[in-house]
Each structure stands twice: as structure tokens, then as C-alpha cells.
Nanobody, 118 residues
Framework: QVQLVESGGGLVQAGGSLRLSCAAS????????MGWYRQAPGKQRELVAT???????NYEDSVKGRFTISRDNAKNTVYLQMNSLKPEDTAVYLC????????????WGQGTQVTVSS
């Protein structure tokens, strides 16, 4: 059974930083693209950042230069370092994985709330 468990969310003032973690189990972590999406109230879920098994990264334009995605294959964990946070970054952040081999399989975590106060 695939499990993606996020942690690290919370309340922070604008300009502050948070580091999200997502621990994965039930998958061969190193063969998956891992990433983060977010969903704010009343808005569609949007991509924040992804990292392929080979290290290729992709960021949503509004977070470029502020957020950094990384992964530790030995710990089956993906991270999102978020700096210079803005109130518009407030959302539930969800961990995501997509298999890169065989049939495409996608899984989501439950999400962790990030709230940025002005």
C-alpha cells in the first residue's frame, strides 16, 4: 500500500521560511517522480515543484527563486524548502508521486496546511 505522509506545515509570517517533508512507503522511491502541489480554498490544485528520478526539476513560475525541491532516496523522502513566503502561498500542500516505469501510477498524500500571515 502506497503511503505519502507530509509534515512541516504551519503558520508563518510573510518573509519567513518553512520546510516540508514527505515520507514515502510502499513504492520503489528512486523510480518515481516526486513533487508537491498546492490547493488554496476555492482554487484549483496547482503544481508547485517536481523532481524526476534523474534530478530534473520543474517549478511553478511564482515560486521560482524562493522554493527548492530536493529528495533523499536513501530516506524515501522528498523535501520542499520554502523561503520568502507570501500570503498568496497559503494553501494545503500535497505530496505527489508518479511512477516512471511500467503503467503510470499516481498517488497523493493527505496534505499539510501552510498559512502565511501578512
Amino acid at each position: 500500500q502506497v503511503q505519502l505522509v507530509e509534515s512541516g506545515g504551519g503558520l508563518v509570517q510573510a518573509g519567513g521560511s518553512l520546510r516540508l517533508s514527505c515520507a514515502a512507503s510502499g513504492i520503489v522511491f528512486s523510480t518515481n517522480t516526486m513533487g508537491w502541489y498546492r490547493q488554496a480554498p476555492g482554487k484549483q490544485r496547482e503544481l508547485v515543484a517536481t523532481m524526476s528520478s534523474g534530478g530534473t526539476v520543474n517549478y511553478e513560475d511564482s515560486v521560482k527563486g524562493r522554493f527548492t525541491i530536493s529528495r533523499d532516496n536513501a530516506k524515501n523522502t522528498v523535501y520542499l524548502q520554502m523561503n520568502s513566503l507570501k500570503p498568496e502561498d497559503t494553501a494545503v500542500y500535497l505530496c505527489y508521486r508518479r511512477s516512471e516505469y511500467g503503467a503510470t501510477r499516481i498517488s497523493w498524500g493527505q496534505g499539510t496546511q501552510v498559512t502565511v500571515s501578512s
